[in-house]
């Protein structure tokens, strides 16, 4: 894995804070592969499930995602991430691939 101890911390609190406590983070893409270089950070977040009564609304979600990253360029600076927010029982087909190829940071 192609990311060093300061940077793993600090994906998993801006995760944290931006998602609560229990948040969990992949990272997958070439990152994953230390034979690689360069490339952008492919993270997946996975929020604590919600009861549906209390599930989150897509722009709360967005305002989420926001704040993740705004924190991560603060933590990290200036860098390409691309940052994936799992859904209940999300079917989209990079999920599965951040499942199957990913580490889990937190």
């Known amino acids: 894995m192609r990311l ?13 804070a931006a998602f609560g406590q229990g948040t969990s983070a992949l990272l997958f893409g070439s990152r994953v592969d230390d034979a ?8 997946l977040v996975c929020p604590l499930p ?22 991560l360029e603060r933590y990290l600076g200036e860098r390409k991430i691309d940052l994936v927010v799992e859904q209940a029982q999300d079917p989209r087909p990079i999920v599965e691939v ?9």
Do not use: S
Request: charged share 25%.
């Open 4 to 16: 060093n101890d300061d940077q793993i911390q600090a994906i998993c609190q801006a995760a944290t």
């Open 50 to 71: 919600r009861p549906a009564a209390d599930a989150a609304e897509p722009q709360q979600v967005f305002m989420q995602k926001i704040k993740m990253l705004t924190l």
């Open 98 to 106: 951040a499942y199957k190829t990913g580490i889990k940071l937190q």
């Open 36 to 43: 690689k270089r360069g490339g952008d950070i492919d993270l």
